[in-house]
């Protein structure tokens, strides 16, 4: 069964920096783009950044970009995310995602998240 688990959040102070790890096990993960998404207390989905199959591009948003960096290491099944500068606004529940194929369609696999707090 395919499955995403997060690693890595904690609490951690303003202008601090974090490294986040998603580890996937039941698909064939160098098949796929990765990304990461967060959701902060009482406010929707964010997407934080994406990277291709096999780390060739990346992509942010601009309030993240020189922050943020992604990358995976596709040897050990794993996707990062290197956290930098934090502010108080990165406060988050981080999930790990992707959209795999399965027999019927595509599937959106979603870790259980990691919680990230950027407090003082």
């Known amino acids: 069964e395919a499955q995403l688990v997060e690693s890595g959040g904690h609490l951690v102070q303003p202008g601090g920096s974090l490294r986040l790890s998603c580890t996937a096990s039941g698909f064939t993960f160098d098949d796929y783009a990765m990304s990461w998404v967060r959701q902060a207390p009482g406010k929707g989905l964010e997407w934080v950044s994406t990277i291709s199959w096999n780390g060739g591009a990346t992509y942010y948003p601009g309030s993240m970009k020189g922050r943020f960096t992604i990358s995976r290491d596709n040897a050990k099944n794993t996707l990062y995310l290197q956290m930098n500068s934090l502010k108080s606004e990165d406060t988050a529940v981080y999930y790990c995602?992707?959209?795999?194929?399965?027999?019927?369609?595509?599937?959106?696999?979603w870790g259980q998240g990691t919680l990230v707090t950027v407090s003082s």
């Open positions: 995602n992707s959209d795999i194929a399965t027999q019927v369609g595509y599937l959106e696999v």
